[in-house]
């Protein structure tokens, strides 16, 4: 699933797949370069909620990513998933940072 940036506003929704589970998922909010948030929706009452908010002091940036999840999938993987979502959630950040910075003039 792809979104483009012309795409992104508040009521945007989608359908992603995520460790093997369907989500169908609702932009809540999107402030360009400041915050996005989303929630999702998936089978056996699976509810999430992930939002990502970045603070600009006029030298650096940080990013404060959190997320949400309720229902039986999430209760009953939560070995599986705790490990597995920080690794995903480094590896967003990492990317995150990569695209900025090829961005910048004179990298």
């Known amino acids: 699933m792809r979104l483009d940036a012309d795409e992104l506003a508040p009521g945007v929704e989608f359908t992603w797949k995520t460790f093997g589970v369907v989500v169908k998922s609702k932009i809540l909010l999107f402030e360009p370069n400041v915050a ?19 603070a600009y002091d006029g030298h650096e940036s940080h990013v404060v990513t959190e997320e949400t999840q309720a229902g039986i999938l999430p209760s009953v993987g939560r070995p ?8 995903g959630h480094q590896i967003w950040v990492e990317s995150l940072k990569r695209q900025v910075l090829s961005e910048q003039p004179g990298t």
């Open 36 to 54: 996005i948030e989303w929630d999702g929706k998936g089978p056996a009452g699976l509810r999430a909620y992930h939002g990502w908010h970045i």
């Open 80 to 87: 599986f998933l705790t490990g597995n979502l920080k690794r």
